[in-house]
């Protein structure tokens, strides 16, 4: 009989070590058999009219060998074993008790492991059958012998009556029982490797959950640094230009442009100092008040004029509370906007910040005036780093020329009413 045909879903298949066993287990079922059949014989269980020994011993080998490989062949296994044990009893080999564990483990074995139900099922119902039929004949011929040996018969319900109607009961608990306990461990086998795979998926999802957390810490670390340094170095090297240009004629000058290097170095030293605090801190929460907030966003367009951006600062509406993740994603998207128009406007470009509350929303607008430079042709990471922080708060954002000429930046990020600050 094939045995290759499965359903899913499948219980996991049978290990070396539970291979291994099944080997040991036939062999002392086999020894126990011989043993068992040896002394049945010395008992008379059948009286003297039983096969020789040698027959005894092929019983054995028959009832026990098979489960060597259980595992392997649940279903072959359990036919031979169930026909050798009618055959077995049919010819009075004198052996009552392995016999019966044999077929009881084979059937179990069946329920237990074959993933085929239909067919483990059809399989066990014409063993149990075939069995009871088999009983119900032995039944009859004993109690159809003409012999006087034995339990009376006499009445309706005679002590040879009770004592077959004990045998049909245990042979009907037997094999319940093997049909049962086989069908339970067969759902515990599934549920188990189910839970083994469920395991294994969540494992997997916590390694990958793990590494897009380092990542996005990555790139969260990348952007601030790219924010807070971009914006002061760009400022730098417009006053260090200013000052190598009129540092023959107007050393005054020179020196003022060189003083405002000097703060601008000392601001990007104060903010990457305050951004690593911030990174120390547990949780990533800010550390001492190192936070930007909105409200620096008038000395931030200061900054902007002082280095040779003329920019204007409107505040609309009533401010509102907002979160500190909404506070310095505008305000960094506000200095890099600010960074790109000083780094790309050219001679003569202006600059713009409103800043938009509204009851349930805030938005920025940053719009320069000047030359413009496409999208496609700009290497710097600073477009990248504002479309994440309007996403990262929740918000829209647009970036792109005017038609009317220069840039525009547009974030919105609508605010939950009663947001906390």
Request: aromatic residues 6%; without cysteine; glycine residues 10%.
């Amino acid at each position: 009989m094939s045995e290759t045909v499965t359903s899913a879903p499948a219980r996991a298949r049978a290990t070396r070590d539970e291979l291994r066993a099944d080997v040991w287990l036939a062999g002392a079922l086999l020894v126990g058999a011989v043993l068992s059949a040896a002394l049945g014989s010395v008992a008379g269980f059948y009286g003297e009219d039983v096969p020789g020994l040698e027959w005894a011993l092929l019983y054995a080998f028959a009832i026990a060998a098979p489960l060597a490989v259980r595992r392997r062949y649940p279903l072959s296994v359990a036919l031979v074993v169930a026909v050798a044990f009618i055959v077995g009893g049919s010819v009075r080999i004198p052996e009552l008790y392995v016999g019966n564990i044999v077929l009881f483990i084979a059937m179990y074995t069946v329920g237990a492991w074959v993933d085929d139900r239909r067919r483990a099922t059809v399989v066990r119902v014409a063993i149990i059958a075939g069995m009871f039929i088999w009983l119900i004949i032995f039944m009859f011929q004993a109690a159809t012998a003409p012999t006087d040996e034995g339990l009376s018969r006499v009445g309706a319900f005679s002590p040879f009556v009770a004592y077959m109607l004990i045998q049909l009961l245990v042979n009907a608990a037997f094999f319940g029982g093997s049909y049962y306990m086989g069908d339970r461990a067969y759902a515990s086998a599934l549920e188990r490797s189910t839970l083994e795979q469920r395991t294994q998926e969540l494992e997997e999802e916590r390694e990958v959950t793990a590494a897009q957390a380092v990542a996005l810490d990555r790139v969260r670390i990348a952007r601030e640094l790219h924010d807070v340094v971009a914006h002061h170095v760009s400022a730098m090297g417009v006053q260090a230009g200013a000052a190598r240009s009129v540092m023959q004629r107007d050393p005054d000058a020179a020196r003022a442009a060189l003083v405002g290097v000097e703060e601008s170095a000392r601001s990007a030293l104060t903010e990457l100092r305050q951004l690593l605090e911030t990174l120390r801190g547990p949780g990533g929460e800010p550390v001492d008040g190192s936070t930007v907030r909105l409200d620096d966003l008038a000395d931030l367009v200061a900054h902007a004029r002082e280095n040779g951006l003329p920019t204007e600062f409107a505040v609309v509406g009533e401010p509102i509370a907002l979160p500190d993740v909404v506070q310095i994603n505008v305000f960094r998207v506000a200095q890099e906007a600010l960074t790109n128009a000083r780094r790309h406007g050219g001679p003569g470009a202006t600059a713009d910040v409103r800043l938009r509350f509204e009851h349930d929303a805030v938005e920025l607008e940053v719009s320069s005036s000047g030359r413009v430079v496409a999208l496609g042709a700009r290497s710097g990471l600073g477009i990248v780093g504002m479309r994440e922080r309007a996403a990262a708060s929740g918000g829209t954002i647009e970036i792109g020329p005017r038609p009317r000429g220069g840039f525009l930046v547009r974030m919105r990020v609508a605010v939950p009413v009663g947001a906390n600050a």
